[in-house]
């Protein structure tokens, strides 16, 4: 009632509750107690009001009863307490010494809740008060690794928490843990084996159940992730979230806990850890409890990213050994191997194909087919990874890769069909037009768009397959052509429905729901991919539908994440039939200009990538808009801490508008060189890069004191070309020798001696400077 009608609309409560804790019936105490731990945990803001308020009185009442004889009271006290350690709560920080002197009184206490309240609040202390506990660290360290071996699941838990915490101050860790670090490893490995419970609960002795039905609980909630450009050829991706998943455990425990933390502090030691952790793998790899083994293998994927260099020289050993475990007749063993072997997928791929590459693609394929669900999904998974890696090398064996595939379709229930989507998408992504040939598309279309036509308009699973479609339709370019009209048909249908749907309850809330926007946002994405895919193909498509005008309601969706999906179709409709686009210019610069926001990345890169694609198509014409967007554009390739994608599109948009409208933009020049030149030195030469750097050109010789001062950054991004088309180069020639003939031999040399060896003698050689 406090909660749902708000602290300060019930002012007698907390007094009443706080004097009813001193009530000499028990009852009365904890009931009070009780209350009160829910009040702080739903309206600890409301009662944080700073000086005089109600914690002021509350936290050194709740501090009495941390030695109260009842074990529940005594829990309930610091759980009260812990709920004002992260926001930093004035009151708490004035007694701050007398509660971490209270904790350490309670660390040994019998009661398991009493210890993992204990284990809790010093793992949020190390984040919040670490100055408080350096004076005792050495204390805190061993109990620690004691509590993180409690008999109790719950407290070890808890506990395991404290390196997790401490890693994320890897300065301090790393000086801290040291001394510990041989007793702490096997710790954490022994906390990474499954429990009776954990094997029961994931049915571990199960190994056939491919034919049973999932139940739609057990199938979390997907989330699509909307269209976000990135230049051409950067393959600098934003890492997953690759952790073990043990499926049905979906909620945090300890073995994920230990692994997580092994994980983190493998980071922070790096390969100083393997001379402790080698000699227990050899040990946990050959057990011969499966169990035991199991946690071996889990062990190697945790340490695969911290560890790399050091994993190194023993994986030639150690991979063949991995492939060997996916026929373990344990599918828990099997699965664990799946998800290890992708930590190790990078550098499987760089081996030669035929002695790593071929027969781990040839295992993992068989385990995607196998009879246990939990081995299909971390087969399917891997084996996306996989995909992400190879790339390409994955094209001699694209015919058995579809196969596999294609008959994973006829054997997974609900929940993997859906982790099925993902791997094709990814491998759609990863070889590309290396698809297109018929024999291919004749075996993965026809499953494909079965599901298509059976899936309704509502539902949910609509999502990873348009997301497969969408990256299918990229991939075969003019090979979707048979398919591209109905799919296309019914991702229009789900836009406009979408948007009546959103004028409806705009209107009239009371009857009508907001609609799931996602159905639109993917549709959008899947309309991309086809635009993408077919390029001018898409022409008639768009000629005879209303995409523009539905566009243009997208583009003003107060949700971020239909905006970026409406702007990167925006930018694939310019690139693919821009003669459809161009009447709706005049309506869409304002917007794009107005989304040019940076604290919505993603939406600003879209935008900034569609406004350069615009600009390429419109040329001279773009040039009432330049006022719009030039500023903004400025603003943010000088902002600090600007993600490298934003930086990288940016940038291109700015050449790009000085490759059409010199005289607009090249005033500006002195004000954005530097980052400029820095934002597209490490980018490989490519078709976006090449329109950028000519608008630079064009606008140095409209403003060439523009670049003087910098002129060094210009010199290391025109060093950073591998191989410019020849006009391009004779245009660095100019600017280079314009520039050095204008400050003489002698300044020029001096000049030069200022550029690290390599770039002076690149351009030496390159440029003759």
Known sequence: MATKGGI?????????????????????CEGSFGALQKICEDCGESLDTGPQGPLDVLIPKFLQFFKHQSPTIRSHAISCVNQFIVCRTQALMTHIDSFIENLFFLASDEDADVRKNVCRALVMLVEVRMDRLIPHISSIVEYMLLRTQDRDDGVALEACEFWLSLAEQAPVCRE??????????????RGMKYSEFDIALLKGDVDDDASIPDREEDIRPRFHRSKTHKAQDDD????????????????????KCSAAGL???????GDSILAILLPILNETLFHSDWVVKESGI????????????????????????????????????????????????????????????????????????????????????????????????????????????????????????????????????SVGGHLNKEEYINLLMPPLIEKWNVLKDEDKDLFPLLEC????????????????????GRCINLVEKTLQQCIANQHDPQNYDLPDKDFMIVALD?????????????????????????????????????????????????????????????????????????????????ATWAIGEISIKMENDIQPFVPIVLPHLVQIINRPNTPKTLLENTAITIGRLGLVCPEEVAPSLQHFIRQWCTSLRNIRDNDEKDSAFRGMCNMINVNAAGIVHDFIFFCDAVASWTHPKDDLKEMFHKILHGFKNQVGEDNWKKFSEQFPAPLRERLSVSYNV
């Open 176 to 189: 801290l843990l040291a001394p510990y670090m041989e007793k702490l490893v096997p710790v954490l490995i």
């Open 469 to 488: 479609l969408s990256s299918v339709a990229t991939a075969l370019q003019n090979g979707f052509l048979p398919y591209c009209e109905p799919v296309y």
């Open 263 to 269: 994980d983190v502090l493998a980071n922070v030691f």
């Open 8 to 28: 300060d609309n019930w002012p007698e409560v907390l007094p009443t509750l706080a004097n009813a804790l001193d009530s000499e019936d028990y009852n009365v």
């Open 236 to 255: 600098d991706d934003e890492e997953g979230d690759d952790e073990d998943d043990d499926d049905t455990m979906s909620d945090w425990n300890l073995r």
């Open 298 to 429: 889990l062990v190697l994927g945790a340490v695969a990213e911290g560890c790399h260099a050091g994993m190194t020289q023993h994986l030639p050993q150690l991979v063949p050994y991995l492939i060997e475990r996916l026929q373990d007749s344990k599918p828990l063993v099997r699965s664990i191997t799946c998800w290890t072997l992708s930590r190790y997928a990078h550098w499987v791929v760089q081996q030669p194909q035929h002695v790593y590459l071929k027969p781990l693609m040839e295992e993992l394929l068989k385990r995607i087919l196998d009879s246990n669900k939990k081995v299909q999904e971390a087969a399917c998974s891997a084996f996306a990874t996989l995909e992400e890696e190879a790339c390409t090398e994955l094209v001699p064996y694209l015919g058995f890769i579809l196969e596999t595939l294609v008959r994973a379709f006829g054997k997974y229930q609900h929940k993997n069909l859906l982790i099925l989507y993902d791997a094709i998408g990814t491998l759609a992504d």
């Open 526 to 606: 899947l309309l991309s991919g086809l635009a993408e895919g077919l390029h001018i193909h898409i022409e008639k498509l768009v000629a005879n539908s209303h995409i523009l005008k539905l566009l243009f309601q997208c583009m003003q969706d107060p949700m971020p994440e239909v905006r970026q999906s409406s702007f990167a179709l925006l930018g694939d409709l310019t690139k693919a039939c821009f003669q459809h686009v161009k009447p709706f210019i005049g309506n869409f610069m304002p917007i794009l200009g107005s989304n040019l926001n940076p604290e919505y990345i993603s939406v600003c890169n879209n």
